[in-house]
T-cell receptor, first 115, second 115 residues
Framework: DQQVKQNSPSLSVQEGRISILNCDYTNSMFDYFLWYKKYPAEGPTFLISISSIKDKNEDGRFTVFLNKSAKHLSLHIVPSQPGDSAVYFC??????????????FGTGTLLAVQP | DADVTQTPRNRITKTGKRIMLECSQT?????MYWYRQDPGLGLRLIYYSFDVKDINKGEISDGYSVSRQAQAKFSLSLESAIPNQTALYFCATSVTDRGAQDTQYFGPGTRLTVL
């Protein structure tokens, strides 16, 4: 059973426009959420995170929104740049889960930003 | 120099062969992880280790074993490789800091093909 879901395998946007990547989760115990970005032939790199005590976290062009009641989070990239083209993974964990806190990843969304 | 390194970067092997993937880190982190990535399935946790004497199975540990030789080294072994173990393998590290972010830092990956 996929606890973290990214239902859009791919997304294409024009340079300068907003990119919105979505993620849904099913486990109500998750209290910490992260987005990772992955370029081809490289490992995933941490992008931005949000704790369940917040509903928004912003870092430059990247903003993550969390809707706990809907068990949904989204990553907004504004403005989108060609260098943002990559696979984006949503991940979730129970940060206060003691020794068993582990990251659960979604399946990823391939973002293509067209010049 | 990269903080998390994986060797080899690419490997082609035959069914039934034993193979070892190695991971080294210079970040001084105590936690290390092995994931595999398959198309459409995201990253799935194989094994994780919270210190040298602590080894834990992840969600897909069957067919794999690990060794934590030192704080900085964590190796993944396939005792008898099979074709459905063809995947991209990632090592990751994080630092224990209860209540704080458990951001994981990934290596560049090893592409393994089992014929």
């Amino acid at each position: 059973d996929q606890q973290v879901k990214q239902n859009s395998p791919s997304l294409s946007v024009q340079e300068g426009r907003i990119s919105i990547l979505n993620c849904d989760y099913t486990n109500s115990m998750f209290d910490y959420f992260l987005w990772y970005k992955k370029y081809p032939a490289e490992g995933p790199t941490f992008l931005i995170s949000i704790s369940s005590i917040k509903d928004k976290n912003e870092d430059g062009r990247f903003t993550v929104f969390l809707n706990k009641s809907a068990k949904h989070l989204s990553l907004h990239i504004v403005p989108s740049q060609p260098g943002d083209s990559a696979v984006y993974f949503c991940a979730a964990m129970n940060i206060y889960g003691g020794a068993t806190n582990k990251l659960i990843f979604g399946t990823g969304t391939l973002l293509a930003v067209q010049p | 120099d990269a903080d998390v390194t994986q060797t080899p970067r690419n490997r082609i092997t035959k069914t039934g062969k034993r193979i070892m993937l190695e991971c080294s880190q210079t970040k001084g982190h105590d936690r290390m992880y092995w994931y595999r990535q398959d198309p459409g399935l995201g990253l799935r946790l194989i094994y994780y280790s919270f210190d040298v004497k602590d080894i834990n199975k992840g969600e897909i540990s069957d067919g794999y074993s690990v060794s934590r030789q030192a704080q900085a080294k964590f190796s993944l072994s396939l005792e008898s490789a099979i074709p459905n173990q063809t995947a991209l393998y990632f090592c990751a590290t994080s630092v224990t800091d209860r209540g704080a972010q458990d951001t994981q830092y990934f290596g560049p990956g090893t592409r393994l093909t089992v014929l």
